[in-house]
């Protein structure tokens, strides 16, 4: 069984930092994509960065391009999301989520995390 334990959320002044954390467990994640979503109150859940496991690629939303870095440790099988330069718009709850690199749709997601940026 897949688990995806969040952690790391909190409330931050714009302009700050928080790194959020991501712990896998239940199988070897090397054909796996892990990523990072988003959902502010009234709004659809948004894609904010993914990582694949075996290489390390990374992509990135537009709006965080720059600001967050998404990383991961192997040895732990943990994902990092590294946010800096935090700003209100950037309020939501946070969730891990993760695929096969062969799929499009996510099948495992976390409790999420809440982000809050105060101006």
């Known amino acids: 069984q897949v688990q995806l334990v969040e952690s790391g959320g909190g409330l931050v002044q714009a302009g700050g930092s928080l790194r959020l954390s991501c712990a896998a467990s239940g199988r070897t994640f090397s054909s796996y994509v892990m990523g990072w979503f988003r959902q502010a109150p009234g709004k659809e859940r948004e894609f904010v960065a993914h990582i694949r496991w075996s290489g390390g690629r990374t992509y990135y939303a537009d709006s965080v391009k720059g600001r967050f870095t998404i990383s991961r440790d192997n040895a732990k099988n943990t994902v990092y999301l590294q946010m800096n330069s935090l700003k209100p718009e950037d309020t939501a709850v946070y969730y891990c989520?993760?695929?096969?690199?062969?799929?499009?749709?996510?099948?495992?997601w976390g409790q999420g995390t809440q982000v809050t940026v105060s101006s």
């Open positions: 989520a993760t695929r096969l690199l062969s799929r499009r749709e996510y099948d495992y």
